[in-house]
C-alpha cells in the first residue's frame, strides 16, 4: 500500500471491509455512544423502600333484621298498632294474638279489607325469620269492615302461632319476636314488634 495517497487507501480499505461484512459490525459497534446508553438512576443515601401492600380487614355485616313488608303506602292517619295475647306458648300449642288498631287523630280510621290482610313473621333472637309469612294462606272472600273512631281501639284480625318454624318442626325454647303488619285496603299498618318465650 506504499505509494498510496490516503484517500484511495480508506477507499481500498473500506472495499474490503464491506466485502468481509465488517464495516457494518464495526459502523454497528461505532454507533453506540454514551449519549444513547441508558442513564442509571442516582445514588442516594437511603435505600427508597416500597411499602407494603395494606390488605383491608374483612368486613362483617352488621346483623339486621330483614325488612317488614309494606306493600301499600302507609296509612296517613294518627295511629298505633300492636300486638295483645300472651307471652309465652309451648311448642306444638296454637296460640293467638290480635292485631289492634288504635286512633290517634281526630277523624274515624275506615278500612274495608280482606279477612287475611294481617300477616306475621317471627324471629329468633339472632333476628334470623326462623317462620316465615307464608304465602300460600287459603282465604275466604270475606270483606271486613273494620271502623275505629278518634280514641278507640278495635281488633282487626287475630294470628295464631304453634312454636313451629317455617319448615313445620318444633323451634327450640327461647325468645323470640313475633312481627306483625296489615296489608289491605290501600295501606300499610306495621305493628310493634310483640316478644314471646317458647317454652317446651
Request: aromatic share 4%; hydrophobic share 40%.
Amino acid at each position: 500500500m506504499k505509494g498510496m495517497t490516503p484517500r484511495i487507501r480508506t477507499a481500498l480499505l473500506s472495499t474490503a471491509l464491506l466485502s468481509t461484512g465488517l464495516l457494518g459490525t464495526l459502523s454497528a459497534q461505532a454507533q453506540t455512544s454514551i449519549f444513547n446508553i441508558p442513564a442509571l438512576p442516582p445514588r442516594s443515601a437511603a435505600t427508597p423502600t416500597t411499602p407494603a401492600p395494606v390488605t383491608p380487614a374483612p368486613m362483617t355485616p352488621a346483623p339486621t333484621a330483614p325488612a317488614r313488608p309494606a306493600l301499600n303506602p302507609m296509612l296517613a292517619a294518627p295511629h298505633a298498632a300492636n300486638l295483645s295475647g300472651p307471652g309465652s306458648l309451648r311448642a306444638g300449642q296454637d296460640t293467638t294474638w290480635t292485631f289492634n288498631l288504635t286512633n290517634l287523630g281526630e277523624t274515624a280510621i275506615d278500612l274495608q279489607h280482606g279477612a287475611c290482610d294481617v300477616r306475621f313473621e317471627v324471629l329468633n333472637a339472632a333476628g334470623q325469620v326462623v317462620r316465615a309469612n307464608p304465602t300460600n294462606t287459603v282465604c275466604t272472600m270475606q270483606l271486613v269492615m273494620t271502623n275505629v273512631a278518634p280514641g278507640e281501639t278495635m281488633d282487626v284480625q287475630s294470628v295464631r302461632w304453634n312454636g313451629r318454624g317455617s319448615d313445620g318442626k318444633a323451634l327450640p325454647a327461647g325468645e323470640y319476636t313475633i312481627r306483625a303488619y296489615f296489608n289491605g285496603a290501600g295501606v300499610s299498618i306495621l305493628a310493634e314488634d310483640y316478644p314471646v318465650t317458647l317454652e317446651n
